[in-house]
């Protein structure tokens, strides 16, 4: 159960990693039966400013001895360096969960939690992640990693993907979905999807309406020229603007929410395996096994064994 997040701060952070990670764990969301966590943010020396790598500064309230009663310590990007304070790497080796955002990989790599284990960053420093730590299994294209007690993601928006994984798999679908909501996010991606590496230019005509349209209609069939139709686009610029935004294809974007809708109905309903496959739009139990197997690694049957509420 996840209770507590404590977050280190050391000079170089960068603030929107920083910032995803006070957004999905640090904010009361009780009125909407979120579970308050304790967070807490850690430096070297509570009281005195940090800078960021942007010109500001923060001032943490609490030490790095703070980080290890935390359920999940949760590391932002640093500027990468040679050296992190040594305060900060036995933290790391003492922490029960430990997740990072982007260049916070370096971190965990230095404190020698990546020998042995796959991981991932940001796509522009994996190559200097392999070089620094070559025992670590670097994989540069997905957005995150879960290896249990180790959770790594790559760059920026990956962040938000990683923590929104753990929040899922830690407290449950609904209170995942309710803070993506809140966020104005996809409930979640894929974790193996491919990172973004090619540029791609903000556009004004964003694919969302039709994105939440289709979360509203899960058991309905979707082609991509209805989909299409609905963007106001041509397929061409449909498929393309798609996954630009998505980093993936119209069909693996609803099979995945729509094993994310099972999962939800798995966990808080009594549902039959069929009745649920028809909600979410697998018409066949059969189909919904073989979807729901391939993303989450246990059959439906199992998953609600383990992690149906009582």
């Excluded at 039966?33 to 943490?60: M, Q, Y």
């Excluded at 260049?103 to 960053?121: I, K, M, V």
């Excluded at 190559?127 to 670097?138: G, N, T």
């Excluded at 879960?146 to 920026?156: C, M, N, Y």
Aim: charged letters at 20%; hydrophobic letters at 45%.
């Amino acid at each position: 159960m996840l209770t507590s997040v404590a977050v280190p701060v050391i000079e170089g952070l960068a603030p929107f990693e920083f910032g995803v990670i006070c957004e999905v764990f640090g904010i009361d969301r009780t009125e909407e039966d979120v579970p308050l966590i304790d967070f807490k943010v850690c430096g070297e020396h509570p009281g005195r400013p940090v800078r960021t790598n942007v010109g500001a500064s923060l001032v943490p309230d609490h030490g790095f001895d703070a980080l290890l009663s935390a359920d999940l310590v949760a590391v932002p990007a640093f500027a990468i360096r040679d050296g992190y304070p040594p305060a900060l790497l036995d933290a790391l080796r003492r922490a029960s969960t430990v997740l990072s955002v982007c260049s916070g990989s370096f971190a965990l790599g230095a404190a020698g939690l990546l020998d042995g284990r796959r991981c991932t960053t940001h796509w522009r420093h994996a190559d200097e992640l392999s070089a620094r730590f070559p025992l670590a299994h670097v994989d540069p294209d997905v957005l995150f990693v879960d290896e249990g007690d180790l959770i790594t993601s790559a760059g920026t928006a990956a962040g938000i993907d990683a923590c929104l994984h753990l929040v899922r798999r830690e407290l449950g679908s609904t209170i995942a979905t309710t803070i993506a909501r809140r966020m104005v996010v996809a409930p979640q991606r894929d974790g193996g999807q491919r990172q973004f590496i090619q540029p791609t230019a903000i556009q004004a005509d964003s694919l969302q309406p039709t994105l939440a349209w289709m979360l509203d209609a899960l058991d309905t069939e979707h082609s991509v020229a209805g989909l299409a139709e609905h963007a106001r686009m041509s397929e061409r610029t449909f498929a393309r603007r798609f996954a630009a935004e998505t980093g993936t294809t119209p069909h693996r974007w609803l099979t995945t929410q729509r094993v994310l809708r099972a999962r939800q109905l798995l966990e808080e309903t009594e549902l039959g395996v069929e009745t649920i496959a028809h909600r979410c739009g697998f018409g066949t139990a059969a189909l919904m096994r073989h979807h729901f197997t391939a993303v989450v690694g246990l059959s439906p049957k199992d998953y609600r064994r383990s992690f149906a509420h009582r």
